[in-house]
């Protein structure tokens, strides 16, 4: 997977620079160990790419897609790649319902969270301002709204933590907002 190569790592970069930004230090990978990850559409791509460097480096990561299957595979590669604990949630991200009481499980089941790190994206289709407002409601429900949800349910604990939430958008690069001391 050649996209990989091209994009998976300037991502990684930035969000782990961004990351520790204010902590002014130099990047080690020991940094994210223990830490509290949730990565969204984590069943293929680059979340799952994401999910498998979280998991080096000793975190824990709960994933979420809608793919059972695919989370399954991610989460026991990822307890084998070394993370301090693996779950997932499977669900649509086109339930609000679902998105937030996912973060509040996801919470649960690590103990907290550091880090939200937003992938999840549903296919568009080439013609997106076609006059099927159902599905372009649809779309904007799964890449944006949803990005809204969870945020909003996971700030508490990000608050908490001084943790960051990272969205890994469609456009040519990224950008996050830091939580940090909020
Ligand atoms: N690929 C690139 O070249 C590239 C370049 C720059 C930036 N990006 C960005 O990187 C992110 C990931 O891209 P990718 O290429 O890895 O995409 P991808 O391979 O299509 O993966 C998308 C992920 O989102 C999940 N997903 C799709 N619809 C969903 C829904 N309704 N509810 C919940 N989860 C859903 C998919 O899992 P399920 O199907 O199992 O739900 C999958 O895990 C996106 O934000 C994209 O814009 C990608
Ligand atoms: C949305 O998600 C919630 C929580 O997972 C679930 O109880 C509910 O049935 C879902 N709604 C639909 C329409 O699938
Ligand atoms: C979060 O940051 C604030 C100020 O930057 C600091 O006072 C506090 O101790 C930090 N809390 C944690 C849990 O690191």
Same mark, same amino acid.
Request: hydrophobic share 45%; charged share 20%; with cysteine.
């Given at each position: 997977?050649?996209?990989?190569?091209?994009?998976?790592? &300037?991502?990684?970069?930035?969000?782990?620079? @961004?990351?520790? @930004?204010?902590? +002014?230090?130099?990047?080690? &990978?020991?940094?994210?160990? *223990?830490?509290?990850?949730?990565?969204?559409?984590?069943?293929? /791509?680059?979340?799952?790419? !994401?999910? @498998?460097?979280? %998991?080096?480096?000793? %975190?824990? =990561?709960?994933?979420?897609?809608?793919?059972?299957?695919?989370?399954?595979?991610?989460? #026991?590669?990822?307890?084998?790649?070394?993370?301090? $604990?693996?779950?997932? =949630? %499977? *669900?649509?991200?086109? +339930? !609000?319902?679902?998105?937030?009481?996912?973060?509040?499980?996801?919470?649960?089941?690590?103990?907290?969270?550091?880090?939200?790190?937003?992938?999840?994206?549903? $296919?568009? &289709?080439?013609?997106?301002?076609?006059?099927?407002?159902?599905?372009?409601?649809?779309?904007?429900?799964? +890449?944006?709204? #949803?990005?809204?949800?969870?945020?909003?349910? %996971?700030? &508490?604990?990000?608050?908490?933590? +001084? /943790? #960051?939430?990272?969205? =890994? $958008?469609?456009?040519?690069?990224?950008? /996050?907002?830091?939580?940090? /001391?909020?």
């Amino acid at each position: 997977m050649a996209f990989m190569k091209k994009y998976l790592l &300037p991502v990684l970069g930035i969000i782990l620079a @961004y990351y520790f @930004y204010s902590a +002014n230090e130099e990047f080690r &990978p020991e940094m994210l160990q *223990g830490k509290k990850v949730i990565v969204t559409g984590a069943s293929k /791509g680059i979340g799952r790419e !994401m999910a @498998y460097h979280l %998991a080096k480096m000793g %975190a824990h =990561v709960a994933v979420t897609a809608r793919s059972e299957e695919g989370l399954k595979k991610v989460v #026991s590669h990822c307890l084998e790649l070394g993370a301090a $604990s693996a779950h997932y =949630v %499977a *669900g649509t991200m086109e +339930n !609000m319902t679902f998105a937030e009481q996912f973060v509040a499980k996801a919470g649960k089941l690590m103990g907290g969270l550091d880090m939200l790190i937003l992938n999840h994206i549903t $296919s568009t &289709p080439v013609d997106l301002f076609s006059d099927d407002i159902q599905l372009v409601r649809r779309i904007m429900e799964v +890449n944006f709204l #949803s990005y809204v949800v969870l945020s909003v349910a %996971a700030l &508490p604990m990000l608050k908490q933590s +001084n /943790g #960051s939430i990272v969205v =890994v $958008s469609s456009m040519a690069g990224e950008w /996050g907002q830091d939580q940090r /001391g909020g």
